[in-house]
């Protein structure tokens, strides 16, 4: 998981300054959904402040704050149609205990709350569970336009009458209602960004339009979103790629593929080498990336009667994104023979030179060029009804349909194409990304030659082509029958009370050619040379502006030009040629194909009934609840025996499978979520809230199928990975809040709150080495055995652990003064831990602290305004190359600011700067610099904005 800080919009950056301080207290449903909340729109016609600006939302974060049931933090937009930043999860970073993950481009896509990852958090939209493409629940927000939003709540606490699902947080997105501001409104926006890495332009239009009829009976807004730009992001790391001697004793019995890393080449192991760290694999490269959107939403509303409100409104998304990766890969791994002139540093060899005449034993530089085809169509539509029977019962309905979309079987590439011209290669670590240096016999170097364009078509084999991709659809159709009884007798006001129904159904398409040994059909023995195919496989050098800039570690920065559809064109054209096996080549041979294994199906339905009752004394006010939840599961997936294993060359292996048979299962569960907050206003600007409750979230929808894969035997890793079960239980939690809020001054607030959280039934992963699944010896090539006795496998699986703790404390500023300037600042800290039976393990994906300080300045025509958001490192994934040695992510600074100028009251201008600080995402084992395991670079980006208001 990537976790780091996101960008905001220039008059943003303000607004969710204020709006972001923990607490601020909006409804899970818009209010124009919610009948037991007042609306942003009243709030604002009863205190007569201003709409648009920061201001404005700095009063309307304060006032719902203070109102708010539970802890609650919120966002809002500066005026019609315009979120504060181009991507949701951007802004939801600003708020108190907020993180993000970035997609290619440094773009946010998912959302951690107080350190809890994406599969803690759950995502709504007006109250409605959005659909996703990707494996899991998290919401991926790259996929929706923030200019369709009205504004973000990010409830912390639990109330029996919101939706179940999350533990970290629920994020609920609101779209704006066309009595929020009652008439004609309209605004028109054009953009143009530049990022100055990649020296790419980007441009978006959007158009926003709200009336209101009938003598204000009806309303309809309007709204469409056109935007496309291009991106890149500098990448390098080792995957994963690190070999890692055995430790006798331990439970850790190596990863290497080659053989054990043996130094002193006495083929022993020796007490000196247990544990030897040295490099497996390494790459470097850039990911180019178009990105169009378009999103199209309505909503008409009809109050025939001051006691009656109909909504029906819909959303529409489209997210066309193809990704082309150009990447160099080195695979130095140790063998007998392989290496010389060892150096070793505290368990790390740093230094080596590999000078092996056999072609299987030197370095063989690759080319890796990867597209991904990723087309998501995201839509959710939906009809509220509101209906106030007397002046103590109010009851309302609500249904809807969410679906997501992305259909790319088969359409992804990962191609690889090996050098094949004797060298001699140098590696060696210093605290940077791996350093490599090859020469080759007739006197190129690997390095200068790429520059200098030394290197054809005839210096490359095709070796490994993947072609792969997934279908996925995720259909959601939900409905909530709710009422709300006016008591008023002693302190009890109010009892809430409702029934609601989910029906999620997932499956995934898996289509790749890697189960019939299509992704291996052209390397080893039958190695095509490119030079054969003609068709300028292979057309030309370029170089990338500000390539890998800052990095100062030594390996190729020049590309080949590779042309992955015309390569495929090639090769469909050779079809009949004798390979060097006496076989006729046959494209069809390597085609993708459904792979049953990664398929799946699985379905949920869940009842929901709630009962809440709100009370209320002189100085306090308060919610006692509970939530009675009933899941049913069925999911469906293949297995397929492996009947046997053909190695053809070093490092490559094809698996023989039986036909696919199927598993189906079938999982139920209950949960009881009581829940309670209390409210106690020591002043009318001093307040403590307290917050009990029992919460839940359910595991990703691909870990309750039992998938497998034995993928890895491909390259000579003999390791089953199962995706999951349907027996795996949620996550459960008990959670506790305590919060003090002083509203020292107006649009102004400082604030403190701790929590705690027991998780239970935490999802880990196993793993089980030296297994026997009942594989047998591995064969040659003529199919007699090369090992003797059964083939042994490492399993992977998830499985349900003990349990987790995570405790932390919050902190906020925030003020305005009459002047023009403002200040916000926050801090998050957390303490976390979680348990496997007797070992205590860190629990991955939590940032030990986030914390951030914003500058702003608002009077007249002017916004200005600057924030720096950092989180610390954190584990990212543990025990990589044994128990001990986790992935870590490096401290991450991320500087945005903004100027915006109202011209007149229909037209303003603005400049936004995101990542001013060009800081990367780096990652390492350890945090050791010498291991270093990952590099992400986004670069700067500005942004320049026109918008015209009618």
Same mark, same amino acid.
């Given at each position: 998981m990537k976790i780091a800080r996101p960008s905001r919009s220039p008059l943003f950056c303000s607004i969710v300054l204020a709006l972001m301080v923990p607490g601020a207290a909006l409804a899970q449903q818009s209010s124009a959904d919610d009948p037991r909340?007042? #609306?942003?729109?009243?709030?604002e016609s009863l205190d007569t402040v201003v709409v648009t600006g920061v201001r404005g939302s700095l009063a309307r974060a304060v006032e719902l704050k203070r109102d708010a049931a539970t802890v609650q933090d919120s966002i809002s937009a500066l005026e019609l149609g315009k979120f504060p930043d181009d991507n949701v999860a951007d802004s939801l970073s600003h708020i108190t205990g907020v993180s993000i993950s970035r997609t290619a481009g440094g773009e946010g896509q998912s959302v951690s709350v107080r350190g809890l990852g994406p599969e803690y958090t759950l995502t709504t939209f007006n109250g409605r569970i959005l659909a996703t493409d990707g494996a899991g629940r998290d919401f991926a927000y790259d996929v929706l336009p923030a200019d369709v939003i009205s504004g973000a709540d990010v409830i912390k606490g639990a109330q029996s009458s919101l939706t179940e699902g999350a533990i970290g947080g629920l994020i609920n997105l609101r779209s704006a209602s066309p009595f929020d501001q009652r008439g004609q409104h309209g605004v028109v926006r054009v953009e143009g960004d530049h990022n100055q890495m990649s020296e790419e332009n980007g441009r978006k239009f959007s158009v926003v339009y709200s009336n209101?009829?009938?003598? /204000?009976?009806?309303?309809?807004l309007l709204g469409v979103v056109d935007g496309k730009r291009k991106d890149r992001t500098d990448i390098a790391g080792n995957d994963g790629g690190w070999t890692r001697n055995p430790v006798p004793g331990t439970d850790w019995s190596g990863n290497a593929w080659g053989g054990n890393i043996d130094p002193n080449g006495n083929g022993e192991l020796d007490p000196d080498e247990y544990g030897l760290i040295a490099p497996g694999q390494f790459r470097v490269g850039s990911i180019l990336e178009e990105k169009k959107r378009r999103a199209y939403s309505a909503k008409f509303e009809w109050r025939p009667t001051d006691n009656v409100r109909i909504v029906l409104d819909g959303l529409q998304t489209r997210l066309d994104s193809p990704q082309v990766g150009y990447q160099q890969s080195f695979y130095p791994l140790f063998a007998p023979g392989r290496w010389s002139d060892i150096t070793v540093q505290n368990g790390i060899v740093t230094d080596f030179t590999m000078d092996n005449p056999d072609p299987e034993q030197r370095l063989n530089p690759e080319l890796l060029n990867q597209t991904e085809h990723r087309v998501v169509d995201t839509d959710l539509y939906g009809l509220n009804a509101q209906w106030d029977v007397n002046d103590r019962l109010s009851v309302s309905g609500d249904v809807y349909r969410s679906t997501s979309k992305r259909f790319s079987g088969g359409q992804d590439t990962y191609a690889v194409l090996r050098m094949n011209q004797p060298n001699v290669a140098h590696i060696w670590l210093d605290g940077g990304m791996p350093n490599v240096d090859a020469v080759f016999d007739d006197g190129r170097n690997l390095v200068d030659g790429l520059a200098n364009n030394a290197f054809g078509a005839s210096d490359f084999d095709t070796h490994y082509l993947e072609l792969r991709g997934d279908d996925v659809r995720d259909e959601i159709t939900g409905g909530t029958l709710a %009422?709300?009884?006016?008591?008023? #007798?002693?302190? *009890?006001? $109010?009892?809430?009370?409702?029934?609601? =129904?989910?029906? =999620? #159904?997932?499956? +995934?398409?898996?289509?790749?050619?890697?189960?019939?040994?299509?992704?291996?059909?052209? @390397?080893?023995?039958?190695?095509?040379?490119?030079?054969? *195919?003609?068709? !300028?496989?292979l057309s030309h050098t370029f170089s990338l502006p500000n390539f890998m800039q800052g990095v100062h570690s030594t390996f190729p920065r020049t590309f080949l030009a590779f042309d992955v559809p015309n390569y495929l064109a090639q090769l469909r054209a050779y079809d009949g040629t004798l390979r060097p096996d006496g076989s006729a080549y046959d494209f069809a041979n390597a085609a993708p194909r459904w792979n049953p294994l990664e398929s799946y199906r699985v379905s949920e339905k869940t009842d929901a009934v709630f009962v809440q009752a709100d009370m209320s004394g002189e100085r306090w006010s308060a919610d006692l609840g509970v939530r009675l939840v009933k899941t049913k599961t069925q999911s469906e997936a293949w297995d397929a025996q492996i009947l046997s294993i053909t190695e053809y060359g070093?490092?490559?292996?094809?698996?023989?499978?039986?036909?696919?048979?199927?598993?189906?299962?079938?999982?139920?569960?209950?949960?009881?979520l009581p829940s309670g907050n209390f409210l106690w206003r020591f002043t009318d600007d001093l307040q403590l809230r307290l917050g009990a409750a029992k919460t839940m979230a359910r595991p990703p929808v691909d870990q309750l199928a039992p998938t497998n894969t034995t993928e890895s035997v491909s390259w000579g890793e003999f390791t089953q990975i199962y995706g999951g079960n349907v027996d795996l239980q949620p996550y459960s939690a008990r959670q506790g809040d305590v919060s003090l809020e002083?509203?020292?001054?107006?649009?102004?607030?400082?604030?403190?709150?701790?929590?705690?959280? +027991?998780?239970?039934?935490?999802? $880990? $992963? @196993?793993?089980?080495?030296?297994?026997?699944? %009942?594989?047998?010896?591995?064969? &040659?090539?003529? &199919?007699?055995?090369?090992?003797? %006795?059964?083939?042994?496998?490492?399993?992977?699986?998830?499985? !349900?652990?003990?349990?987790?703790?995570? +405790?932390?404390?919050?902190?906020?500023?925030?003020?305005?003064?009459?002047?023009?300037?403002?200040?916000?600042?926050?801090?998050? +800290? !957390?303490?976390?831990?979680?348990?496997? &039976? /007797? *070992?205590?393990?860190p629990l991955e994906g939590i940032a030990p602290s986030v914390y951030s300080l914003g500058l702003m300045y608002e009077k007249g025509a002017w916004s200005l305004g600057a924030t720096a958001d950092h989180t610390d490192g954190f584990v990212t994934a543990i025990n990589v190359l044994g128990e001990g040695y986790n992935e870590e992510a490096d401290p991450i600074t991320w500087l945005t600011a903004h100027a915006s100028y109202a011209v007149n009251d229909r037209f303003s201008i603005s400049l936004e700067g995101s990542n001013l600080l060009d800081d990367e995402n780096t990652y390492s084992i350890n945090g050791n610099p010498l291991l270093a395991q990952g590099y992400y670079r986004y670069g700067r980006s500005v942004t320049l904005g026109l918008s015209y208001r009618f």
């Open positions: 909340q007042p #609306s942003e729109a009243d709030i209101t009829f009938a003598n /204000d009976t009806f309303g309809v %009422g709300k009884f006016h008591v008023g #007798s002693g302190v *009890l006001d $109010t009892l809430h009370f409702g029934v609601a =129904r989910t029906d =999620r #159904s997932k499956q +995934r398409d898996l289509i790749n050619n890697t189960l019939n040994g299509g992704a291996d059909y052209y @390397s080893s023995v039958n190695a095509i040379n490119v030079d054969a *195919l003609g068709g !300028n496989v070093a490092f490559n292996f094809t698996a023989q499978y039986a036909d696919p048979t199927v598993i189906r299962q079938d999982g139920d569960y209950t949960f009881v002083w509203y020292f001054a107006d649009r102004s607030i400082a604030n403190v709150a701790v929590f705690y959280k +027991r998780i239970e039934n935490q999802i $880990t $992963t @196993s793993w089980e080495p030296g297994q026997d699944i %009942g594989v047998g010896p591995i064969l &040659g090539l003529d &199919g007699t055995p090369i090992t003797t %006795g059964p083939t042994l496998f490492n399993v992977m699986r998830p499985i !349900n652990g003990d349990y987790a703790t995570v +405790r932390g404390i919050e902190a906020g500023l925030q003020h305005f003064w009459d002047n023009g300037f403002g200040l916000r600042a926050q801090y998050t +800290r !957390n303490w976390s831990k979680s348990f496997v &039976g /007797d *070992l205590e393990r």
